[in-house]
């Protein structure tokens, strides 16, 4: 059918052609090339890692691996015999203290009202001796309180809502007072970071809206940048064995570009995706993202390419 036009014709279909195909590679270009994205991205959370402030035995184990807790809920129970114990004496000590300071108050305050007869050095020891009964007395009620305390801490609970992460913990096991013994990823916290090449971060913005793809999953996250990292490691401030810096070679005609981490809020996860912290994932930014299908679908491709 091209035979049959004019030369004429030909030549300016040919033109418009072109001129088409050049303006879609560079907006091609100015999207998927020189706007931010990137493939390194990854699902991050805080982890609480949960520690029994008091030692003993485990006597009970309330969680699950990988189960869903609710603040306050019930993590694992230490045997509270010798707490229990420990509040007995306690109590008991507070008593003798109690009686003590009474008994010693009671004869600074004779003495105090016999100042005429009897020596002013013998009114400052009592009053000094029922001074440090009461002192011994308010030390008794900390202890008390202490030992009350190290048995409402011997059962652990969950400061957050969350998943139970990596529990190797079973009765019998003995817990020791600040040693993790089991770590919740906070359901609360979960987000994005994006490693970002450093010659796109002009184009980055607080705020900016992003959309994510995570390895393994069709439908998008959409979220928008909460903030940007302000410094990496340098190798090169390192020392050697020496003691001097240790400077990595460089060639002078190729500049690797360093990688910002940029931290992404999540806004919307759909109801089919569960979110694991350690997710690879791909991110791009822009102000039309949202909205921006063949975007989405370019990084699928690039995701399986990768």
């Known amino acids: 059918m091209m035979h049959n036009l004019s030369p004429w014709i030909r030549s300016a279909l040919s033109f418009i052609i072109l001129t088409v195909t050049g303006l879609l590679v560079?907006?091609?270009?100015?999207?998927?090339?020189?706007?931010?994205w990137t493939r390194d991205g990854r699902v991050s959370a805080d982890i609480v890692r949960i520690?029994?402030?008091?030692?003993?035995?485990?006597l009970s184990v309330s969680a699950a691996d990988n189960e869903?807790?609710?603040?306050?809920?019930?993590?694992?129970?230490?045997?509270?015999?010798?707490?229990?114990?420990?509040?007995?004496?306690?109590?008991?000590?507070?008593?003798?203290k109690r009686q003590d300071m009474l008994v010693r108050q009671s004869t600074a305050q004779r003495r105090n009202r016999l100042r005429d007869v009897v020596s002013q050095e013998d009114v400052q020891?009592?009053?000094?001796?029922?001074?440090?009964?009461?002192?011994?007395?308010?030390?008794a009620q900390a202890a008390l309180d202490l030992a009350k305390l190290n048995l409402a801490r011997a059962t652990i609970r969950s400061p957050v809502d969350g998943?139970?992460?990596?529990?190797?913990l079973r009765p019998g096991d003995y817990a020791t007072a600040g040693e993790t013994k089991i770590a919740v990823v906070d359901a609360s916290s979960?987000?994005?970071?994006?490693?970002?090449?450093?010659?796109?971060?002009?184009?980055i913005g607080i705020g900016s809206p992003a959309q994510i793809m995570l390895m393994g999953f069709d439908n998008p996250l959409s979220g928008h940048v909460e903030s940007i990292g302000r410094g990496?490691?340098?190798?090169?401030?390192?020392?050697?064995?020496?003691?001097?810096?240790?400077?990595e070679a460089a060639f002078t005609w190729v500049r690797l570009a360093q990688r910002i981490p940029v931290r992404i809020h999540i806004d919307r996860v759909p109801s089919s995706i569960e979110l694991t912290a350690g997710m690879t994932a791909s991110v791009a930014v822009g102000p039309?993202?949202?909205?921006d299908a063949p975007r989405g679908r370019l990084i699928s491709l690039l995701r399986a390419v990768e």
């Open 26 to 36: 560079i907006a091609l270009w100015q999207q998927y090339v020189l706007a931010p």
């Open 51 to 58: 520690a029994p402030e008091v030692s003993g035995t485990v």
């Open 68 to 96: 869903y807790v609710r603040r306050g809920d019930i993590l694992y129970a230490i045997d509270p015999k010798r707490f229990e114990l420990a509040i007995a004496s306690a109590q008991a000590d507070l008593e003798a």
């Open 125 to 139: 020891q009592t009053a000094g001796a029922a001074a440090q009964a009461s002192a011994a007395y308010q030390g």
């Open 163 to 168: 998943y139970v992460a990596n529990l190797r």
């Open 190 to 203: 979960f987000r994005i970071t994006g490693y970002f090449e450093e010659t796109k971060l002009r184009r």
């Open 232 to 247: 990496i490691e340098d190798s090169n401030d390192a020392p050697g064995q020496s003691g001097l810096p240790s400077v």
């Open 288 to 291: 039309a993202i949202a909205s």
